[in-house]
């Protein structure tokens, strides 16, 4: 140790030690650009490509909608000249198949695996479009083996079973294709874009059902042997319109099953943790909005004020659909060319008014969601448009498969009375909602956990220790 007289040593060079924190502050500087670059081909979304290609993927559904809804009836009654009850029936069967199997097939679909190394959506989408494609075109194709003297009872057991084919292959394609929206894409702009695209194709399949047929009848037409009216002579146009429809259809799936991209599901995977995540979570705050189980809902006035209103706008439309082409043929008297031409005309009307929603929608506001909500609501429209189709049918004034004169006052009041009294009920219905809003009332029962962090129901605890409940719009 050098003393107050002696010369400074040299200092001794310290090697110089990186400040802790600093390699990782270095590295998160570095792995910024790469993270902004993936975040910005995320913001991009799926490429056009992958969206029509999705799009595609319903169009066989909306394509044999179409042709179910408009032409089934007719096709039954005028064309093959079964009775009223038998076609009825049949109508009724469809839709309480399709009821049935909706909520079964979610279930179902959640719970499976994909074939293989396919996706578990794409699979269930093609089991459900195989199904279509094998059953719809015996729907609108005479009866094999059935003759003059062949009783109706044994068609009615003959088109059964394509008619449940057909309704499970339908609700497994819907319900797959709708469940794609969240796998493929994120963001809520871009699953609202997706629904858009959909809802284009929809538009193009009704427009391509009614020129179809628009073009089959006035093909026929010109033809010298051809008559005015329908008959056994017109089966060769409902074949050929549900075969192209079918092809066409089929051409449109597999576009969409080259073209979608669905991430393999691995039964009982756990999605991996990243480096920051955190071992060790906070506890879960209670939700910010109540969660109602299916028990809750029914005890819900709101629930079966949308019930009332959601099933009779949907019944004016599918009565409306339904029995529009019988008005024509039978109570105006017009030739079977306008079959095509009028409803084509509709669905352009009501699809240019739908663009009055968005600013309506936005006025009015949304309320109201839930999976139970939504899956109870198409089944009781399915079944309500089912039972009115065997109830009206069972009505019909004529006691022979064929027309009689009474049949054409009948169906002009089935287009006045019936859809205008239902008219009549929804419009009672808004009013009801217009005076008594619809207000979610939640109750909750019980605590989770010891620390007072919520309830299961998204009621809270106050110091006192009781349970509140409350209302959401």
Not at 385 to 407: F, K, S
């Amino acid at each position: 140790m050098a003393g107050p007289g002696s010369a400074a040593a040299p200092p001794r060079p310290v090697p110089s030690r990186p400040v802790p924190g600093a390699a990782a502050r270095r590295r998160g500087m570095a792995e910024r650009p790469a993270a902004a670059a993936a975040a910005g081909a995320g913001a991009a979304g799926l490429p056009l490509r992958a969206r029509l290609s999705f799009a595609a993927g319903h169009f066989l559904n909306d394509l044999c909608a179409s042709l179910w809804f408009t032409y089934l009836l007719l096709y039954l009654h005028a064309v093959l000249g079964y009775g009223h009850r038998l076609a009825g029936a049949l109508l009724l069967a469809g839709q309480a198949a399709d009821g049935l199997c909706t909520p079964l097939v979610g279930l179902e679909a959640d719970r499976a695996a994909g074939c293989g190394r396919y996706g578990r959506r794409k699979s269930w989408h093609l089991a459900g479009t195989t199904c279509v494609l094998v059953s719809f075109p015996f729907i609108f194709n005479p009866c094999l083996g059935c003759k003059e003297n062949t009783p109706q009872w044994a068609a009615f057991i003959y088109y059964l079973p394509f008619i449940i084919i057909f309704q499970f292959g339908w609700a497994a394609t819907q319900i797959s294709h709708l469940s794609l929206i969240p796998e493929l894409v994120t963001s809520d702009h871009e699953k609202v874009e997706l629904t858009a695209f959909r809802y284009a194709f929809t538009v193009m399949a009704n427009i391509t059902v009614y020129g179809l047929a628009w073009l089959l009848l006035n093909f026929q037409v010109d033809q010298p042997d051809h008559t005015e009216h329908l008959g056994i002579q017109d089966v060769p146009i409902f074949r050929n319109l549900s075969l192209i429809v079918v092809g066409l259809g089929a051409v449109f799936s597999l576009i969409f099953h080259l073209g979608t991209k669905e991430k393999p599901y691995l039964p009982g995977s756990l999605p991996q943790l990243e480096e920051s995540t955190p071992l060790l979570q906070k506890e879960p705050m209670s939700p910010p909005h109540p969660l109602l189980i299916w028990k809750d809902w029914l005890l819900e006035p709101a629930f079966y004020q949308v019930a009332v209103l959601y099933m009779a706008t949907r019944l004016i439309v599918n009565l409306s659909q339904t029995y529009i082409a019988m008005y024509l043929t039978n109570s105006l008297g017009l030739s079977k060319k306008y079959i095509a031409t009028i409803p084509l005309v509709m669905y352009i009307s009501g699809f240019l008014s739908s663009f009055l929603m968005k600013p309506v929608n936005k006025w009015i506001g949304r309320n109201h969601s839930g999976a139970f909500v939504y899956g109870a609501m198409s089944f009781t429209d399915k079944m309500a448009n089912g039972l009115a189709v065997m109830v009206i049918q069972n009505l019909h004034p004529c006691p022979t498969e064929l027309c009689c004169p009474a049949c054409i006052s009948f169906y002009h009041w089935v287009m006045v009375l019936v859809t205008g009294g239902i008219a009549i009920a929804a419009i009672g219905s808004l009013c009801c909602i217009m005076v008594w809003p619809i207000r979610v009332r939640y109750h909750a029962v019980c605590l989770q956990g010891l620390s007072g962090a919520g309830t299961p129901y998204g009621g809270t605890e106050n110091t006192e220790g009781r349970i509140q409940s409350g209302t959401v719009n």
